[in-house]
């Protein structure tokens, strides 16, 4: 079955880098859709980033651009999200994500947390 374990989250301060990593399994990882979404405490859960099979594609939240990278790995079959430049305001969970032609799968969630 499709599973997403993500890692690299944790406490940074701000103007700070993170990188979060989501290892894949269960799917022909290659051919889908990768996404990094994002939920702050009492927020609806946002997309970050999206990136297309083989990394041709990427797309970015307004807040994110010029400040998140999202990437893929196929050989390794994980995908990253480096952040740079964090803000307070960037403090949520974050999930990694992908969607079949039934439904859409997420990870467990990593906290990324921005503050002094």
């Known amino acids: 079955q499709v599973q997403l374990v993500e890692s690299g989250g944790g406490l940074v301060q701000p103007g700070g880098s993170l990188r979060l990593s989501c290892a894949a399994s269960g799917f022909t990882f290659s051919s889908y859709v990768m996404s990094w979404y994002r939920q702050a405490p009492g927020k609806e859960r946002e997309l970050v980033a999206a990136?297309?099979?083989?990394?041709?594609?990427?797309n970015y939240a307004d807040s994110a651009k010029g400040r998140f990278t999202i990437s893929r790995d196929v050989a390794k079959r994980t995908v990253y999200l480096q952040m740079n430049s964090l803000k307070p305001e960037d403090t949520a969970v974050y999930y990694c994500s992908t969607i079949s032609p039934t439904r859409r799968y997420w990870g467990q969630g990593n906290q990324v947390t921005v503050s002094s």
């Open positions: 990136i297309t099979g083989y990394g041709g594609n990427t």
